[in-house]
């Protein structure tokens, strides 16, 4: 079993909104900060979004900014993407990742993790 699991993907049309979750109820929470990353076909990754664990402090990609919302909820243990706005151009997989390190975003969004979950698609029809 992967240590997070992600869903909440599917499929939407040219505007609409999807909410992605990354549970890892088998972490010892507190002490990650929280990922998002996406790979579109054909395309390399790319960091969507971060969160602190220290001060939730946040940092998106500027092509999502003011249309994706990162946020945590620590006593689920689950972290949160919501996406609106939705263009074909993030039609991808999405991935959440956990972070090992206390510091904030956006100096946290550039930490290595080897702590991913399987994803979860995305796709944004036009």
């Known amino acids: 079993q992967t240590p997070l699991v992600e869903s909440g993907g599917g499929r939407v049309q040219f505007g609409g909104s999807l909410r992605l979750s990354c549970e890892g109820s088998?972490?010892?929470?507190?002490?990650?900060?929280i990922a998002w990353f996406r790979q579109a076909p054909g395309k390399g990754r790319e960091r969507v979004s971060c969160?602190?664990?220290?001060?939730?402090?946040?940092h998106y990609m500027d092509s999502v900014k003011g249309r994706f919302t990162i946020s945590r909820d620590n006593a689920k243990k689950t972290a949160y993407l919501q996406m609106d706005n939705l263009v074909p151009e993030d039609t991808a997989v999405y991935y959440c990742?956990?972070?090992?390190?206390?510091?904030?975003?956006?100096?946290?969004?550039?930490?290595?993790?080897?702590?991913w979950g399987q994803g979860t698609q995305v796709t944004v029809s036009s």
């Open positions: 088998e972490l010892s929470w507190q002490y990650y900060a």
């Open positions: 990742a956990a972070v090992a390190s206390g510091a904030t975003a956006p100096i946290v969004c550039n930490v290595p993790s080897n702590v």
């Open positions: 969160i602190s664990r220290t001060d939730g402090s946040t």
